[in-house]
């Protein structure tokens, strides 16, 4: 299994970004997938989830109303579009997918095969 992130970069405060990752060498349709962010001295902390089908979501309350899960099964591509950004919002974004078909979860350890992130810097 490969899960390639992309789509960071720096961007101001107030503004917006959308990140993607694309997975290959599993069946996508049935696992959750999930955003994890790691900021440096910090513990990788949860974002948001989605579900095989796309729904539920779960989110955050750090992102809630900011950042929006979705996910395109025919393309293996898992997004997180960020808006109001804010500094404490810079982290190395990573996807993981929950080790478990059919199953949905915010803990870090329910995850796997995180890939390498992509950086993100919200500059205030």
């Known amino acids: 299994v490969q899960l390639q992130a992309s789509g960071g970069g720096l961007v101001q405060a107030g503004g917006s970004l959308g990140l993607s990752c694309v997975a290959s060498?599993?069946?996508?349709?049935?696992?959750?997938m999930a955003w994890f962010r790691q900021s440096p001295g910090k513990e990788r902390e949860f974002v948001a989830t989605?579900?095989?089908?796309?729904?539920?979501?779960m989110y955050a309350d750090s992102v809630k109303g900011r950042f929006t899960i979705a996910r395109d099964n025919a393309g293996n591509t898992v997004y997180l579009q960020m808006s109001s950004l804010k500094p404490e919002d810079t982290a190395t974004y990573y996807c993981?997918?929950?080790?478990?078909?059919?199953?949905?979860?915010?803990?870090?350890?329910?995850?796997?095969?995180w890939g390498q992130g992509t950086l993100v810097t919200v500059s205030s």
């Open positions: 060498g599993l069946t996508f349709e049935t696992y959750s």
């Open positions: 993981g997918k929950h080790r478990f078909p059919f199953s949905l979860s915010s803990a870090s350890y329910d995850h796997d095969n």
């Open positions: 989605i579900a095989w089908s796309g729904r539920p979501t």
